[in-house]
């Protein structure tokens, strides 16, 4: 990928001079970069796209010691941080650049990057609260808006999935895209070479909730829409598999509810309706509000899905196999791609009222 911006004079870091790495580390490198575009130039060659000039995603930048043990090993095989560090100064120097951490599970000295990093952490393979997202983009608007020079780096892990849902709502909130499927598009075709970068369901469902937002923003000052789930069914399953139930959300560090805390086995907590449905019924509704996460657990592996209360229209939510997360990397046994989920939901002033 070429050089997309002009350097600036006098990077205020010194870093040594080989930022490309070594040949070893370079093929580690582009190994766990996979479809990626990297940022390759006789200076660099760093996992660092430029998705717009003023915003860039990349790979998270390790091999510091502020970052532990995993974070200081992953230098060998990541952006390390003195490459990045390098890059940054050498083409955005002078204060012009910052950075969005978006990792829950590694951080590292925002010092190194003269303070100038912001954190909005949520946890890979997930979706981030609806506000979490609505408080990213506007405070990479305000820094963007401070200076025609600026521009933000925003990154993840691998920089790819949670990276691309937070750039792809800066996309439309910026008004770069019209859509959401403009925006998906638009950074899948800068990010990767395939144009396979934000793949997972439920972050694909978020931004589409999140443009629902944006032509709605009295949405977020509304009370929240709280929903009690009831039972849950699946169509076209397997006889055989009786998977165990989680929800979760954002609001506590525990499960709301898991249906291994429940007496017997997974098979008889489910009620099989006829040779390809089977039905689980909460033994007490679990009250859900704004973002929730089911997870289904059975010896083929697992599968979750993210929702938002406020776009659940009625008191049912029908999702097919595709519209369900890390469904495909099931064991072949439990891979059935005319599954569908049912969630069926009561409203709580109902309940109450009966």
């Given at each position: 990928?070429?050089?997309?911006?002009?350097?600036?004079?006098?990077?205020?870091?010194?870093?040594?001079?080989?930022?490309?790495?070594?040949?070893?580390?370079?093929?580690?490198?582009?190994?766990?970069?996979?479809?990626?575009?990297?940022?390759?130039?006789?200076?660099?060659?760093?996992?660092?796209?430029?998705?717009?000039?003023?915003?860039?995603?990349?790979?998270?930048?390790?091999?510091?010691?502020?970052?532990?043990?995993?974070?200081?090993?992953?230098?060998?095989?990541?952006?390390?941080?003195?490459?990045?560090?390098?890059?940054?100064?050498?083409?955005?120097?002078?204060?012009?650049?910052?950075?969005?951490?978006?990792?829950?599970?590694?951080?590292?000295?925002?010092?190194?990057?003269?303070?100038?990093?912001?954190?909005?952490?949520?946890?890979?393979?997930?979706?981030?609260?609806?506000?979490?997202?609505?408080?990213?983009?506007?405070?990479?608007?305000?820094?963007?808006?401070?200076?025609?020079?600026?521009?933000?780096?925003?990154?993840?892990?691998?920089?790819?999935?949670?990276?691309?849902?937070?750039?792809?709502?800066?996309?439309?909130?910026?008004?770069?895209?019209?859509?959401?499927?403009?925006?998906?598009?638009?950074?899948?075709?800068?990010?990767?070479?395939d144009g396979k970068g934000l793949t997972l369901a439920s972050q694909q469902r978020y931004l589409r909730y999140y443009e629902l937002l944006l032509r709605s923003p009295e949405d977020l000052g509304r009370p929240n829409r709280p929903l009690l789930l009831?039972?849950?069914?699946?169509?076209?399953?397997?006889?055989?598999?009786?998977?165990?139930?989680?929800?979760?959300?954002?609001?506590?560090?525990?499960?709301?509810?898991?249906?291994?805390?429940?007496?017997?086995?997974?098979?008889?907590?489910?009620?099989?309706?006829?040779?390809?449905?089977?039905?689980?019924?909460?033994?007490?509704?679990?009250?859900?509000?704004?973002?929730?996460?089911?997870?289904?657990?059975?010896?083929?592996?697992?599968?979750?899905?993210?929702?938002?209360?406020?776009?659940?229209?009625?008191?049912?939510?029908?999702?097919?196999?595709?519209?369900?997360?890390?469904?495909?990397?099931?064991?072949?046994?439990?891979?059935?791609?005319?599954?569908?989920?049912?969630?069926?939901?009561?409203d709580p002033e109902e309940e109450t009222r009966r």
């Amino acid at each position: 990928m070429e050089a997309t911006s002009s350097s600036s004079s006098s990077p205020p870091h010194q870093n040594q001079p080989n930022r490309r790495g070594t040949l070893l580390s370079r093929f580690a490198r582009s190994l766990v970069s996979k479809n990626k575009r990297r940022y390759q130039d006789s200076s660099f060659d760093l996992d660092l796209s430029y998705i717009t000039s003023t915003i860039i995603a990349m790979g998270f930048p390790a091999g510091d010691r502020s970052s532990g043990v995993l974070g200081l090993i992953e230098g060998f095989y990541r952006n390390h941080m003195r490459h990045v560090l390098a890059f940054l100064d050498q083409k955005h120097g002078g204060g012009r650049y910052k950075i969005y951490n978006l990792c829950s599970e590694r951080t590292y000295d925002a010092e190194l990057f003269d303070g100038k990093v912001a954190s909005f952490p949520f946890d890979d393979h997930n979706c981030p609260p609806l506000r979490l997202i609505q408080a990213f983009v506007e405070s990479a608007k305000s820094w963007l808006r401070q200076s025609a020079d600026h521009v933000v780096a925003v990154h993840c892990k691998a920089g790819k999935s949670r990276t691309g849902l937070m750039v792809c709502c800066l996309l439309i909130y910026l008004n770069y895209a019209s859509s959401a499927e403009e925006a998906v598009a638009y950074y899948n075709l800068r990010r990767t070479h395939d144009g396979k970068g934000l793949t997972l369901a439920s972050q694909q469902r978020y931004l589409r909730y999140y443009e629902l937002l944006l032509r709605s923003p009295e949405d977020l000052g509304r009370p929240n829409r709280p929903l009690l789930l009831a039972s849950i069914r699946l169509h076209h399953t397997a006889p055989h598999l009786f998977p165990a139930v989680f929800v979760s959300d954002h609001s506590a560090e525990r499960l709301v509810f898991s249906s291994k805390m429940l007496s017997g086995t997974s098979q008889s907590r489910w009620r099989q309706v006829d040779a390809v449905e089977a039905e689980f019924v909460l033994p007490v509704p679990v009250k859900v509000e704004e973002d929730f996460k089911v997870k289904f657990k059975d010896k083929a592996g697992e599968y979750y899905l993210w929702l938002n209360t406020r776009y659940i229209k009625g008191n049912q939510v029908l999702l097919e196999a595709r519209e369900l997360d890390r469904y495909k990397y099931r064991h072949k046994s439990g891979l059935n791609w005319n599954l569908l989920v049912e969630l069926n939901f009561a409203d709580p002033e109902e309940e109450t009222r009966r």
